[in-house]
């Protein structure tokens, strides 16, 4: 038995999103098909990401066992002539047999591409989304600073989302004009249900002067779905790439409006400690965001997790 790694590519138009579903087709119903088909054995693929309903990626990864004798460098090759022409394997690997896709550290990279212009363009219709409002871009690369970094992200989750902890963390998000395309990346330690598309609605409400930019920041802290702005439609949508996380800093440090607080790592490989050092905190988030942190540290391999106040000098 052997595992496999996909890099899975597709315009997600035609899909009921990536997770298998029974009221319509999915990505991974057509990779379960085809490698199925291909191996002679019942297939189940498991995927890093379960992107929504219309939404495209170039990047996404997905695992399989199999026991099959075609070499793993030549899966995607087999496989792609049995998929049909909008999902292209782009790369195949044995990877170790306790891989798993959701359980690494990893950064996401997704890009949410809008048309602003005054007429359509027929042949980017299922690539961006179109909007003919003139979008300010300065506004909205000022609202956007305002959710880069780490926070309890609750206002731009959908209901239905299956997370018990809101917290997440973005090292990029960004806004550029390439033409008359608004381009705008976020790049992750993971994502709520529908987040990017909530965040992209609520900078583009931004852009039109419904709210200023330092209202996102309102937004952010009140934790409530309702003061966001609407969730902008699926096709401007792409998740780019999924790549590990690379090495731990020994010393990080995370700051918002509630809490301000460092991991010491320096411990982790000699005796598999991480420290958690307050330097600020609201009270009334005290506990929850300890037991965030404590989370994330085993996660990261910890056996051991202290936590303390910092001193006078911070």
Known sequence: MKRIKLVVAYDGTNYCGFQFQKNG????AELNRALSELTGEKIQVIGASRT?????????????????????????????????EDIVIQSSEEVPLSYHPR??????????????RQFP??????????????????????AARHVAGEHDFASFCSAGGQAEDTVRKLYEVSVRKEGDLIILRFVGNGFLYNMVRIITGTLMSVGQGTFPPEHVKAVLN?????QAGVK????GLTLLSITPAGELKELERNVNDWIDYSIDRSGLLTEGKV??????????????????VKKQAFWDGAKEFQVREAGPEG
């Open 25 to 28: 087709n999915t990505i991974e």
């Open 52 to 84: 929504d309903s219309g939404v495209h990626a170039l990047g996404n990864i997905a695992v399989f066992n199999t026991e099959t004798r075609i070499p793993p460098e030549k899966i995607c090759y087999a496989v792609n002539g049995r998929l049909p």
């Open 103 to 116: 359980k690494c550290n990893s950064l996401k990279t997704y890009e949410y591409r809008i048309l602003n």
């Open 121 to 142: 363009d027929p042949n980017r219709r299922f690539s961006c989304y179109f909007c003919h409002w003139p979008l300010d871009v300065s506004r909205m690369q000022e």
């Open 222 to 226: 009140a934790r409530d779905r309702r």
């Open 232 to 235: 902008a439609p699926a096709e």
């Open 275 to 292: 420290c958690m050092v307050i330097h600020r905190c609201r009270e009334s988030e005290r506990e929850r965001m300890i037991a965030h």
